[in-house]
């Protein structure tokens, strides 16, 4: 085993990030991604100080020919099954396999998103026209036309949820498994994480600005004194805003998740993956809570042009629980 792989393997095994060895070792996370992906080389100090950290020698670091327990009685050939030193193994192949499922999956997941927040808003704008004086549509059609587009847009979307779910089934394990990367790996997702980074930065600055400006037409025209059914339609604009800024998101979100998965960074670090199974089935829990507040108010209430309201509170109650929960988390595993 290379020294590149070494590094990867203890670091690993440590469930450091690469930013947490590299603030250990005083280096940036490029020049861990540069060794690791076998780009370059440390210094002879920076390879003590890593043996010091990963308590092994230099000799196993420097020596291609020590392997680390676990190898070294292996015959050449012989397959020993998915697992090293514990962790399931990803090869250049299964890893590209991925990013390729994920790169075609992640825009369709975009628009579905956005589809589950237009479908309210088609309702709201059904619901302003009702209200307009001399619209050829009375209320009554007009929100069951809303109400109807609002099932179909839900139900388009949960559609392609399940099926782009299932095709995403058998990599399952890499958010919830620690992973052993094969050669090549890390270095391949690295490169390509890096040259995505400059769009996703643009994607996810546009969408924040997006979501943020998104209330300039409902304030400006509630302070300008506009009809109720201009306001209502406002909010329309809002949720159309909001789509859009989110798909925005959720594109550059998904990818790059994708790449922390590989890499095991970021959520999806071996320490982050301890508490995985409980931090999914709390997120699962509220969201469908979420869901169940927002339909019986909307539709116990007939108020649709008020309700959406659910779910920026819900989003910012959610980051606060997440991260509350995180910490408390880890508390108690350390």
Excluded: H
């Amino acid at each position: 085993m290379i020294l590149a792989d070494k590094i990867i393997n203890e670091r690993k095994k440590n469930g450091w990030s690469q930013e947490e060895l590299a603030e250990q070792l005083g280096v940036s996370r490029q020049s861990i991604s540069k060794w690791e992906g076998a780009q370059a080389i440390p210094d002879i100090q920076k390879i003590i100080k890593m043996a010091e950290l990963f308590g092994v020698s230099t000799d196993y670091l420097l020596k291609d020919e020590i392997e680390p327990e676990g190898f070294a009685d292996r015959t050449p050939g012989v397959d020993f099954g998915d697992e090293v030193a514990g962790y399931r193994k990803v090869s250049l192949e299964e890893a590209n396999e991925y990013l390729e499922l994920e790169e075609k999956i992640s825009p369709r997941r975009a628009n579905m998103v956005s589809l589950c927040i237009l479908g309210p808003a088609f309702l709201v704008l059904c619901c302003a026209l009702a209200a307009v004086p001399g619209f050829p549509i009375g209320e009554g059609p007009l929100i069951a036309i809303g109400v109807t587009v609002l099932l179909l847009m839900i139900a388009t979307a949960v559609f392609f949820f399940v099926i782009d779910g299932l095709k995403l089934s058998r990599f399952q394990y890499l958010e919830n498994e620690p992973i052993e990367t094969l050669y090549g790996v890390s270095g391949f997702v690295t490169e390509r994480k890096k040259a995505a980074e400059s769009e996703n930065v643009t994607k996810i600055a546009v969408g924040v600005i997006l979501c943020v400006l998104s209330v300039v037409p409902l304030v400006a025209t509630s302070i300008l004194g506009a009809k109720d059914y201009v306001i209502t339609m406002m909010v329309t604009v809002l949720l159309t805003l909001v789509a859009t800024g989110v798909n925005l998101l959720v594109r550059a979100g998904s990818m790059t998740g994708a790449y922390n998965k590989l890499l095991q960074e970021g959520d999806y670090s071996i320490r982050a993956k301890k508490r995985s199974p409980f931090i999914s089935k709390f997120a699962s829990a509220y969201w469908l809570t979420a869901v169940a507040i927002y339909l019986g108010w909307s539709f116990y209430c007939n108020s649709w042009d008020r309700s959406w309201i659910v779910w920026p509170i819900a989003g910012l109650l959610f980051g606060i629980l997440m991260t509350f929960l995180q910490d408390k988390k880890g508390d108690i595993e350390e």
